[in-house]
């Protein structure tokens, strides 16, 4: 019997159905049987990261991510990711109570920058503010020596509302303000650019979004398929 792989889902909740997703169709397999054993615990009861990390307001979402985990680890995964680049902010505090691996996402994406584009030195942020403010990208990115750049708060406001009307279901029809902070990341030197949030990740399909853009969630779903020892496809 293979691995069974968790998910700490539900933030929100459809990025957990595209990481979902990723993972069986970039899964190299010729039946039901060759897929991956998933498990999911869709826990949109885990309060707002953002809002939590930026202003501590409101219950501590370490809380709910625990005990997403803990239920997992209890149903049998044998290792975990977490499709939501802020709430790796409380990674540590996750892998405290638990006894099974937790594949960390942002750790991952800049290895494979390593990997794939060894000359990049910048990379641009598509995140939201707690991400940001956390500098969870920065602190771990710095390991890998590539500096990380964030639009200017005029920019920024952009991506969060990009960010905030998927997770709100509002209709976006126009996406200038989002590429004006993706040109501002570019002025500043970014050569790449990174959907550091799985709401980000979302709209490049939705909104088939232009430029060289690395998806955190993506690398992710290699990560995971690799983990399981099977073979992960391009997509």
Known sequence: MGKKLGIIGGMGPLATVKLFEMIVLMTRAKSDQEHIHILV????????RTDYILNRRGEDPRIQLIESAKRLEKMGADFLVM??????HFYDDIVNNINIPFIHMIEETAKYIRERYPAVKKIGLLATDGTIKAEIYHEIFNRYHIEVLTPKRDYQKYVMDLIYNIKEDVVQNNLDGFYKAMDDLKEQ????????????SVA???FNLEGEIVDAMKVL???AIERVGKEAKDM
């Open 41 to 48: 615990d869709n826990n949109t009861s885990i309060p707002d």
């Open 204 to 206: 490049i399909e939705l």
């Open 189 to 200: 030197g970014a050569e790449l650019y990174v959907a550091g949030c799985t709401e980000v």
């Open 221 to 223: 779903a290699i990560r």
């Open 83 to 88: 499709p939501c680049n802020t709430a790796h």
